[in-house]
């Protein structure tokens, strides 16, 4: 292969040429040596790819989906709530190409950025790869080290992928198949019937998991209102800042930082050096005071809404973890409508009284017309309504005499 083409190949790896790469590299190599590569990720600039596979971010070998090259998987602190499916996160960055940090907003991505989230749920045992009972679980069944998923343990429901383009942020919505083959673009969104079933106990729950249609996307990730453009969420410094289990070349686990690790791969620029960064806490780490916990979870479930640019910026309540006004929080503040969204209740949150409070009537509501978040559940999050009635019933004072 000529040079201009060889490099050709490389910026601009269609099929063909992949596969003569690969040859090449195998000819080059010691025949021992030669083991079959990933191909590399593909950015899109332009369209919309019909199948997840089109932009080569995991590899499907021995039954085990694996992050490719470059294909970083992530963690936050403390997730979203979205039915109890697991997630698995991803970034992806162009050779060379690095996000800047901030300590308080969304890092700024490069264009070229590919951010991918995998929702899936761990299977019951002994239930056939179609089955709609899943298990209901908050721990790490069906996952690896390295962000790898065991396909014979999981059921993939869908990917969600970010894309950063010249002109912005894309959101791309793809459903897997039953035989976990392929991931198809659903832009219309989809509804899956599922049985999420404890374990142990056995309790089980219908759930209506909802795909959410292309428009939707915008509705949570549509976070400043005034520019009316996409933004990712969770990779901040507090949400990454905790640590991961990743797979050296190896194969052997290496715990370290996040930021540190993306910094290291050239990820991240402009990080402070030392250990004063931001860190939000994990929700369910009992060794944090409930009130930490418990801002931590509004701030992911919440506050991409509930902020003075976010979708849910009539309300007045602003529920970011660098909010200090209690009134914002909600703290005996009067809603902004009567009636039907407040269950009767006078405020936000009356101290001491998670039953008299609007914030929790509206989280264990499932009325489409009353519930919060207003989109990405079907059922409600039992352990996340009990942080929030803990934290407001350690909450002291009075609303006056009508409180
Ligand atoms: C109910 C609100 C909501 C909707 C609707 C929603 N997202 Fe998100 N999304 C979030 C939140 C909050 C996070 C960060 C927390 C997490 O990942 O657990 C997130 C994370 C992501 C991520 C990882 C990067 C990031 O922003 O943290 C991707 C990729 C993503 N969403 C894609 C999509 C796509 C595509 C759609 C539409 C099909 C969509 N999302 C719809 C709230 C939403
Ligand atoms: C997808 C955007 C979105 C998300 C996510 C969201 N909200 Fe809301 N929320 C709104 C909008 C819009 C309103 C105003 C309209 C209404 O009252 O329904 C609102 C209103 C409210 C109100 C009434 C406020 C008042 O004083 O009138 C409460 C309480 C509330 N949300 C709590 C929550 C909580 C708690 C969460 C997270 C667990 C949450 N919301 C997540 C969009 C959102």
Redesign the pocket.
Known sequence: MADAAWIRAVAKPAPVAWLRMLLLACALAAAAACRPVSEPVRFHAEGQPATLAEWNLFVFEDGVMTPGAGVVPYDLNTPL?SDYAHKLRTVWMPDGKTARYDDEATFEFPVGTIISKTFYYPRLAGEPADSDAVLRSQGGEGALPGGRLELDKVRLIETRLLVRRESGWIALPYVWNREQTQAQLMRSGELVPLTLVEAGAGDREQATYQVPDQNQCA??HGTDIRSKTLQPIGPKARHLNRDFDYRGADGAVVHGNQLQHWQSLGYLQGMPAGDGLPRIADWRDEGESVEARARA??DI??????SPD????????W?GSSVDEPLRL?RC?????AGH??GNRRY?IVPGHPER???????ISKDP??M?????RSVV?RE?VAL?EAWIAAQQGTCGEAG
């Open positions: 709530f509705g949570c979870y509004l479930n919440c506050a991409h809404c509930h976010g979708p849910g910026n009539t309300s007045g309540l529920l909600g503040k009067l809603p902004i409508a969204g407040t936000g409070s609007i914030l929790t009537y509206r989280m017309g009353v919060m978040p207003e989109l990405g999050h996340g929030i």
